[in-house]
């Protein structure tokens, strides 16, 4: 007989139902048959509704596990992807919690950053596996079956997040992670699936998404609609090298979503919201398909565990303006962006100019780049911090800034290196042209940098979804090895404890397990292949994009 565990939103429902017989059902112990879930659902039906927007509310939510400036979930399993990747940085001081990224320690099974990563994407796994036992087989409610459908997308997600980590996602019948479902019969033997039979769970949920979000009408774009279905979809096909069918699934994405009146940004539109320092910061931005909708009052349970706090240059209660922990661009890519491009401006220069900040103010000081107030709120930027991020208003101290999790412009880049994968470098060619020259550039061309197609793809998605989560994991995908400096130091911006290079498959880019999960799962077997990066290693790898 299966049993879920109650999530913390359902103690919360008790304080308010006792008039009902809600409480007349609760188990002691705290567990609660699948039967009884069931039966609570009939009888407080919006103990559904309150569950299903737990988990959507757990993707970001600040001090998850910890009361740590560090723990904030799924967003914070997106920057460290950035942070392990090769362009983005943060400076190696006293105050950056996430030096472990930058100098490959995460891999260590006893600290808290690996740990984090690890059991956010499981606990979400499990709490949905909850939810969904809470329905019988014949629900038939339509704003049930919606919330099911978007339950199994968040599952597929939940494992998106965790499975590249851990194995080559094109190694498909490699070892990757343990699978939490009903067909085990020993989580304390629970071994590792393929990469395949990872996939295949991925595949399967989104399959249903797909086929039961027609029609939903979402509130805002937290919610998960059948656009954002497909975008996933075709995430996970492009993992696996499926590229017709990756293809298929952003191309209808695209379809739907443009339908929905989401489109890119213009230049103009970059330009302005830059000027403002605005910039992708609300989940209502016309290229945003799904985002995660920060509240005021969520951001204020611990305002340094927000991604407002690492990412954004603007806030006046963060990590980042506070103790100079800015998040920057390698100057190597940097470097290569053309001056004609608006995504140039996403990121300060050397001498810490970026053409359309040149307006902003911070607490009325008339240069907001090198403005320090001598305490806590700012000090001056770094050479190629980025401000891309933006806040409203300038100097914030809420920190509620909301992040994006998809946007139209990557479902343009999939069908560009889907094509390409297809063998259809002309078609490839055009799209990723059309893409570029109307939102991004109208002097580009795909030739421009003398790069072959698919290292300019790779390029155009480094550029374009730069501190949106997909660093180490594109990196990884397209068996590209991960560079971040040219024979010296003078090279990049990167610290000395995080300078070096990595072969393509070392096997120190895949996560370890936790302590916690080898304990008392005794048929894991760890990654145990490669060793903590030295500083200054493989000085002649080069990647084929920053050459």
């Known amino acids: 007989m299966k049993l879920y565990r109650i999530i913390p939103v359902l103690a919360a429902l008790a304080a308010f139902a006792a008039c009902t017989d809600f409480d007349d059902?609760?188990?002691?112990?705290?567990?609660?048959?699948?039967?009884?879930?069931?039966?609570?659902?009939?009888?407080?039906?919006?103990?559904?509704?309150?569950?299903?927007?737990?988990?959507?509310?757990?993707?970001?939510?600040?001090?998850?596990?910890?009361?740590k400036p560090d723990d904030w979930e799924f967003?914070?399993?997106?920057?460290?992807?950035?942070?392990?990747?090769?362009?983005?940085?943060?400076?190696?001081?006293?105050?950056?919690?996430?030096?472990?990224?930058?100098?490959?320690?995460?891999?260590?099974?006893?600290?808290?950053?690996?740990?984090?990563?690890?059991?956010?994407?499981?606990n979400m796994i499990a709490d949905v596996n909850s939810f969904l036992g809470g329905f019988d087989d014949n629900v038939s409610d339509p704003e049930?079956?919606?919330?099911?459908?978007?339950?199994?997308?968040?599952?597929?997600?939940?494992?998106?997040?965790?499975?590249?980590?851990?194995?080559?996602?094109?190694?498909?019948?490699?070892?990757?992670?343990?699978?939490?479902?009903?067909?085990?019969?020993?989580?304390?033997?629970?071994?590792?699936?393929?990469?395949?039979?990872?996939?295949?769970?991925?595949?399967?949920?989104?399959?249903?998404?797909?086929?039961?979000?027609d029609g939903y009408a979402r509130p805002t774009k937290a919610y998960i609609n059948k656009a954002v279905a497909l975008g996933l979809r075709a995430r996970a096909h492009l993992d696996m090298k499926e590229y017709q069918e990756a293809y298929n699934d952003a191309s209808d994405a695209i379809a739907l979503a443009t339908a929905a009146g989401i489109r890119p940004k213009t230049v103009d539109e970059l330009s302005v919201a830059l000027e403002k320092g605005t910039a992708f910061?609300?989940?209502?931005?016309?290229?945003?398909?799904?985002?995660?909708?920060?509240?005021?009052?969520?951001?204020?349970?611990?305002?340094?565990?927000?991604?407002?706090?690492?990412?954004?240059?603007?806030?006046?209660?963060?990590?980042?303006p506070a103790c100079q922990c800015y998040t920057c661009i390698n100057k190597m890519l940097y470097d290569k962006i053309p001056d004609t491009?608006?995504?140039?401006?996403?990121?300060?220069?050397?001498?810490?100019?970026?053409?359309?900040?040149?307006?902003?103010?911070?607490?009325?000081?008339?240069d907001v780049a090198n403005y320090s107030d001598g305490g806590d709120t700012k000090l001056p930027f770094v050479p190629y911090t980025n401000v891309k991020f933006g806040c409203n208003p300038i100097g914030t101290v809420d920190n509620d800034e909301d992040m994006p999790l998809m946007r139209i412009d990557?479902?343009?880049?999939?069908?560009?290196e889907c094509l390409l994968g297809l063998n259809n470098a002309a078609d490839a060619k055009s799209v990723l042209e059309t893409y570029v020259q109307t939102y991004r550039d109208p002097a580009y061309t795909a030739d421009g940098k003398g790069l072959s197609l698919a290292d300019e793809i790779w390029f155009q998605r480094r550029v374009e979804l730069w501190g949106e989560g997909f660093g180490i994991f594109d990196t990884k995908r397209l068996?590209?090895?991960?560079?971040?400096?040219?024979?010296?130091?003078?090279?990049?911006?990167?610290?000395?404890?995080?300078?070096?290079n990595m072969e393509a498959e070392d096997g120190w880019l895949l996560m370890r397990f936790p302590q916690g999960e080898l304990d008392t799962n005794f048929s894991v077997v760890d990654n145990?292949?490669?060793?903590?990066?030295?500083?200054?290693?493989?000085?002649?790898?080069r990647d084929g994009v920053t050459d």
Not at 147 to 173: E, G, N, W
Request: aromatic content about 14%.
């Open 341 to 366: 491009d608006i995504r140039k401006q996403w990121w300060v220069d050397d001498a810490l100019r970026s053409k359309l900040i040149t307006s902003l103010t911070w607490d009325g000081h008339p």
């Open 528 to 541: 145990k292949d490669g060793e903590l990066p030295k500083t200054d290693q493989l000085p002649l790898l």
């Open 144 to 213: 049930s079956v919606y919330m099911i459908a978007q339950a199994h997308a968040i599952r597929a997600y939940s494992y998106m997040l965790i499975a590249p980590a851990y194995q080559f996602v094109t190694k498909k019948d490699a070892p990757c992670i343990p699978l939490l479902s009903d067909d085990v019969a020993d989580f304390t033997h629970n071994p590792r699936a393929t990469v395949a039979q990872v996939y295949k769970v991925i595949l399967d949920d989104l399959d249903y998404a797909v086929a039961h979000l």
């Open 479 to 500: 068996g590209k090895p991960l560079v971040r400096f040219h024979d010296d130091e003078t090279s990049t911006n990167y610290s000395a404890a995080f300078r070096f």
């Open 281 to 320: 910061e609300s989940i209502n931005e016309p290229d945003w398909i799904w985002g995660y909708d920060m509240t005021k009052d969520l951001a204020l349970t611990y305002r340094y565990a927000t991604t407002s706090s690492w990412l954004r240059s603007f806030s006046a209660w963060a990590y980042a």
């Open 25 to 67: 059902i609760v188990p002691e112990g705290g567990t609660m048959l699948a039967s009884q879930v069931q039966e609570t659902n009939a009888i407080l039906p919006e103990r559904a509704s309150a569950s299903f927007n737990g988990m959507l509310t757990n993707i970001g939510k600040p001090i998850k596990m910890y009361e």
């Open 75 to 122: 967003l914070m399993m997106l920057f460290c992807n950035d942070l392990e990747g090769c362009d983005a940085l943060i400076a190696d001081n006293n105050y950056n919690w996430f030096s472990v990224c930058g100098e490959y320690s995460s891999r260590n099974a006893d600290y808290r950053n690996p740990y984090i990563r690890y059991r956010a994407p499981y």
């Open 410 to 416: 990557e479902m343009y880049l999939i069908q560009a």
